[in-house]
C-alpha cells in the first residue's frame, strides 16, 4: 500500500475536534441532564473520560500498526474471517451513524428553521454534499476540516461567553443528583457522541509521523471534550435542570436566548444554526468517509469514487426509516450506546490480544537465544 | 467523448442548476406576512363565546364534545402593516395605520391564532412578537395552558416579554401611546427599559419559564396599570404561586424585591424621616450586595438575608434640616436601615400568605441541602407548603456615600 504521509499532528487535531462535534451539541444538555439532574457535568465528565480511553486504546494499536487501519490489523490479529466479521459490523455501524446524523440534521431544520422545507430535500442535500467530499482523497478531507475547526469554535464560545449573562450558579448544585444508575446510563450516552472520533484509525496511516498520533487524540478529545462540558454548563446555568427537560434543544435555545449586548443580535440563534450545520456536515463527511474507505479496503478495491454514489441511496434509504422525531431520538441513544461496544470494546480487545502475543513472541524468541 | 466536449458540460450544469432558481420552499415575500408584534390575552366575554361557537374553526363537531374545556380566551392581536411601519423619523404622521389590531377567540393560543389566520389574508407570522400581555383574571387562572404553545413553536422568541395588565390586555393592544410611533413597540420597550433602569429585575419569557420549571421558586412577572387612558405604568410585580398569579405588590416593593434577590443595579427612591425632626430626604438605592444563606435549624430551613446598600441623598425636603455632618447621615443611614429591614420582612410575608416563593429560597435549600431536600420535600407543592412557615432574618446595612453637589 502506497501511503502519501502528509498529515500533520495539527491537522490530526482539527480533524478529531470537527469530526465529534457535530449534531450531537443539540441535544448533548438534555441527556445530561436525564442522566445526572443537576449532576449533569459530572456525567458528562465521566463521558468524555470514557470516550478519550476509547480513542487512546485505538491510537495505541494505530502507533503499533502504523501502516494499517482497524480494518486491516483487525485481520492480522484475530485471524482472517473473524477480523472481516468484526470490521463488516464496524463498517455497518458507520453506516447506520452516517444515516442518523443526517437524518437528525433534517429533524433539527424541518422543525426550528425551514419549516415547509420537505425533510428528504434537507437530508439529500446534506448527504449529496458528504458524497461528493468524499469523493477526494485524504489531503483534501484533513484540509476541510482544518478550514472549518476555526469557524465551529468561535461562535460556539462566543455564545457560552455571552449567556452566561444570564446564569443561575445555583442551578448547578448539588454535584451530585441522581442515581448511579441513571448516572452510568447517560455517561455511555453521551460518551457515545464521541464515536466519531474513530476516524483516527483512517487518518494514521497517512501522518507524516504517526507516533504522535497520541498527542494529536489528547488535544482533539481535550478541546471537544472541553466545548461540549462547557455548553453543558453553560445551558444548565441558564435554563436549570427541570426546563432543560422540557426542550428537546437546549443548546440551540441557549443561543436564542442570548443576546449580543447593545442589541447587534437580538438572538444569536442565526449564527448558531450556520456553524452548526458546518459541523454537522464535517462530522457526516467524517463518518460516511470511514464508511466508504473501510469497505474499499475491506474489498480491496482500487477506487472509491463510485462506490460513494452508490452506498448514499442507501444510508438515504435508512435516514428516512424513523418514523418521528421521539423515535429518531430513541434509535440514536440505544444505537449509541450499542455502539460503544464497536467503537470501545472491540478496539480493547485486540489489543489486549496484540500485547498478549507479542509478549508471547518475545518470550518464545527469549527461549530460542538462551 | 461527449462526455468531455466542455460547452455540453457547460448546457447540462445549465440545466442542472436552473430548477434551483424558483428558491425554496420557505421563500415568503415579507410584505405576504402578517407580522405579529404584540398580543393580548383576555377572558372571552359570552357573548364572544357564542360567537366562537358558530365559527369554531378546530373541533370536528360541536355535538360530540370534541371541545376542550378550557375556558374560551380572547385574543387581541396587533399586525404590522407591510409598508406603513417607518423606518427612519419622518415627520407628521399619525401612527394609526401602522399597526391592524384584530381581536379573535379560541380555547388555546394556538387555536386562535387558528381562527386570527381566517381574517387575515397572509400568512402570520410570530418571529417578531415582542410583548405578550396577559389580563390578570386570566393570570389568576393559570399560565400553563398559554406556556405549551409558545414553548412548541419556533418561531417565538425566548427575549420577548410577557406582561400581566390590571386592564383588559384588549386596551393595551388599541392603546397610542405618543413616545413611539408603533405602538406596540412603546410597549415592549417599556417593559425592555424598566430593567436597565433598575426599576424590574430580569424579565423575559424564558426566565419566566425557566423559574416556572424550577421546584425551588415561583416566576414573578410586571404588573401594568394604566392612567388617563394614555400612558402605561408599571405599578407593581405580580407574583405567582406556581403558574397561577397569586397577588401584586407596590411598586417600592419591587425595589426590595430586587434587594432580596440581589439584582445589582439600585433604581428605586424612598423618603426616610430624618430621626429627631419631622423632615424627610429621599435617598435613593444606587447597589446592592446581597448574601442569601440557608441552613437548617432543628431539621427545618432558616434563611439569613444580609443586604448592603450602597445609596445617595437625592433631596430633602425642608430647608429646616442640614445635611453638612456626617453624625446626621450616620443617623439617616441607620434609620434607612431600619425602614428597609421592616419592609423586606413585611413584604416576605407577604408572600409566604400566599405561598409564593419569588425569591428563590427553594433554589438554596435544594443546592445546599440535597439529601433533605430529596427525603422531606421534592417536589414544587412541597415546598410551598415548606415555604409557608419557614424562619428568617434579615439584615441590612446602608452606606450613604454621596449627598449631591450641595453642601448643607
Redesign the interface.
Known sequence: MENHREITTVQAATILISTIIGVGVLPLPLFAVRGGG?GAPLVTLAGIILAAIGLFILTILGTRYPQKTIITYGEDIVGKWIGKMCSMIVIFFFFILSALAAREFGEVVV????????LE?TVFVMLLIACLSVRYNINTFAYIHNFYVPAILGPVLIIVAFSLK?A?P??L??L??NDFYYMAKGMLTISALFQGSFIVTMIIPFMKNPKKAIKASFWGIFISGGVYLLIVIATIA???T??I???FWPTL?LA??T?LPGNIL??LDVIFLAVWVTAVFTTLFSSYYFTIYSIKQMAKLKDHRMLSFFMMPFVFFLAMLPQNILQLYDVIQIAGRAGLLITILYPAMLLAMDLFRSRRRRKKSDVQES | MTYKNPSLRLVIIFFLLFPLLSGCWDSQEIEQRATVLAIGIDKASNKEEAQQSLGGITHFDKSNSSEPEEELIKVTAQIAVPGRIPLGPTQGQSSHNSVLIVQVVGHTIQDAMLNLQQQVAYETFLGHLRIIVLNEKIAKKGTQRFNDFLRRNPQIRRTASLAISKEPAEDYMRLVPELQRIPSLYLADMVDNLSALGRFPPSFIGLFWTILSSKGQDPYLPYLTIKDKKSIQLSGLAYFRGDRMAGKTSPLEIGFYMAIRGVGRGGYSAFIKVPGTDEFVLVKAISRKTKVKVKLKDGKPHVDIKVRYESEIEEKTSQSIYINDSTIVGKIQDETSKEVEKSLKKLIVKTQKAESDIFGFGEHVRATYPKYWTKEIGTKENWKRVYKDITYDVHVDTRIHRVGMKAK
Do not use: D, H, M, W
Not at chain 1, 422543525?111 to 420537505?118: C, D, F, I
Open positions: 443537576s422543525s426550528a428553521v425551514l419549516r415547509e422545507t420537505p430535500v444570564n443561575n445555583l442551578y448544585r448539588p451530585i443528583e441558564v435554563f436549570g427541570e426546563e427537560k422540557q426542550i435555545e436564542r436566548t443576546a437580538q438572538r
